[in-house]
């Protein structure tokens, strides 16, 4: 089951919606990766403005407070970037400009594993109803890999700054109702803990005890029947 995260490739590339959406689906596995030696970047779509029930707080103060929350969880887990594509929070769809944005930081970073969320409305009740962001923030993560970063043709602005085509070797979608890929994360438990402790407008009120009882029922949960003490499970798609 331990599988290809550290076979020849060297970069990784997340995608999601909301500063936190990456700490709570797939930090463990950042983790691993950053301590593999692989150069992480998360990509955060949206600004975080609206993810408060403090009425004195305005949404700048508080995109500037998660930006910085987010910057602070990727120095835990040793990222190289935290690009904010700063599109406002609740409204994001999949749009050609959100795809050309993607796409960019894509052909930019060269990752040969994309980490992003699932863009379907899964009505299963899991996962509640599902956030509109995550689902456009999926389906344009999805677009840019393929084919817009491998096309050179398409957005061709890109090109002519500088920025080459660029494969995905692998998609890797978080949340999926059918995984298929699990990632020993036993090791990265402290670090994946430590990384969503630094969201402190999103966990407020909850002790570093409750966090760390939260991710490890989670993770535990997903490693039964896969030798794992602690997992992260991925939908794994190979691009061809
Ligand atoms: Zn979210």
Not at 24 to 38: P, Q, R
Not at 109 to 131: A, E, F, N, V
Not at 149 to 164: C, I, K, Q, S, Y
Request: one cysteine or more.
């Amino acid at each position: 089951m331990e599988s290809k995260e550290n076979k020849d490739f060297t970069r990784g590339m997340v995608v999601v919606a909301h500063a936190d959406d990456a700490e709570y689906g797939c930090s463990g596995t950042v983790a691993k990766l950053c301590n593999l030696g692989f150069e992480m970047v998360y990509v955060m779509c949206t600004d975080g403005s609206k993810g408060t029930n403090n009425r004195n707080i305005s949404q700048k103060e508080l995109a500037a407070i998660r930006h910085a929350e987010q910057v602070n969880a990727g120095k835990v887990l040793g990222l190289k970037e935290v690009v904010f594509l700063d599109y406002e929070d609740s409204m994001l769809e999949p749009t050609i400009a959100l795809r050309r944005n993607i796409t960019q930081e894509i052909r930019r970073h060269k990752p040969d594993i994309l980490i992003c969320q699932y863009p379907l409305r899964t009505l299963d009740g899991k996962w509640g109803i599902g956030h509109p962001d995550h689902l456009a923030a999926g389906e344009a993560a999805l677009s840019a890999t393929f084919p817009s970063a491998r096309d050179h043709l398409t957005f061709p602005e890109l090109l002519a700054n500088g920025l080459e085509p660029h494969k995905v070797s692998e998609v890797w979608i978080m949340s999926h109702p059918v995984p298929n890929h699990w990632v020993d994360v036993t090791n990265h438990i402290e670090t994946s803990v430590d990384a969503i402790l630094q969201h402190t407008s999103q966990i407020e009120g909850s002790s570093r005890e409750e966090v760390d009882k939260r991710m490890r029922e989670g993770r535990k949960e997903k490693g039964i029947g896969k030798g794992m003490q602690y997992a992260e499970e991925f939908r794994l798609i190979t691009m061809r």
